[in-house]
């Protein structure tokens, strides 16, 4: 079965220092992965998404991530944490047509 | 920029009692689904829907559950009976396509069954 793990509840970051959040997944296919951010008492926002085209992704906010498949990893980086960066960061791959199943996501936390 | 609006923010609910969670997908778009969270938990899907069915469902998604495009711009999740293990938070989503088409979320109705 297809899923996605995410390794970290928690990370926690000085201001300016870089952030990585780890998302590993297993698919029989090549994936469709996404980034989502939920900032408090939000909803899901969409940060990027990997759809075979090019194995480094750009987002918002100067996030990106990098497809190894080798690795079966899909991790999120940016290279300067910003204290507005705090957050619940979910990684999700698409698993049909519809349906997208997430990580358990990673809590970011960035010190002053 | 379009998005994806959820009403109530909020609701409490008599266990046993129906509850319909209202959502205005993006416009354009022709996909819709609800997830939901429970706390703590992770984030998961319940149903899909497009050409006015449903295209997918989960297990979760069981008789006590229902779905509905009322009008041309209304997405509504109904649960008949609820119950106290309903407490969540639910996400309504829309995409214009599927597969690489990312889904867009709103921000939640939650769910509190007493």
């Known amino acids: 079965a297809q899923s996605v793990t995410q390794l970290g509840s928690h990370v926690s970051v000085s201001e300016g220092a870089l952030v990585l959040l780890r998302c590993n997944y297993s698919?029989?296919?090549?994936?469709?992965l996404f980034w989502y951010v939920q900032y408090p008492n939000q909803g899901l926002q969409l940060l990027l998404k990997?759809?075979?085209?090019?194995?480094l992704v750009k987002g918002i906010n100067g996030f990106e991530a990098e497809f190894k498949k080798s690795e079966t990893s899909f991790h999120l980086t940016k290279p300067s944490a910003h204290m507005s960066d705090a957050a619940e960061y979910f990684c999700?791959?698409?698993?049909?047509?519809?349906?997208?199943?997430f990580g358990s996501g990673t809590r970011l936390l960035v010190r002053p | 920029e379009p998005e994806v609006t959820q009403t109530p923010s909020h609701q409490v609910t008599q266990m046993g009692q129906e509850v319909i969670l209202r959502c205005v997908p993006i416009?354009?778009?022709?996909?819709f689904y609800w997830y939901r969270q429970i706390l703590g938990q992770k984030v998961e899907f319940l149903v899909s829907?497009?050409?006015?069915?449903?295209?997918?469902k989960s297990e979760i998604f069981d008789d006590q559950f229902s779905v509905e495009r009322p009008d041309g711009s209304n997405f509504t999740l109904k649960i008949r009976s609820t119950k106290l293990e309903d407490s969540a938070m639910y996400f309504c989503?829309?995409?214009?396509?599927?597969?690489?088409?990312?889904?867009?979320f709103g921000d939640g109705t939650r769910l509190s069954i007493l």
């Open positions: 829907f497009y050409n006015n069915e449903i295209s997918e």
């Open positions: 698919s029989s296919v090549p994936p469709y």
């Open positions: 999700a791959v698409r698993v049909s047509s519809y349906k997208l199943i």
């Open positions: 416009s354009n778009h022709l996909y």
């Open positions: 989503a829309s995409s214009v396509g599927t597969e690489n088409q990312p889904q867009h």
């Open positions: 990997y759809t075979s085209a090019a194995t």
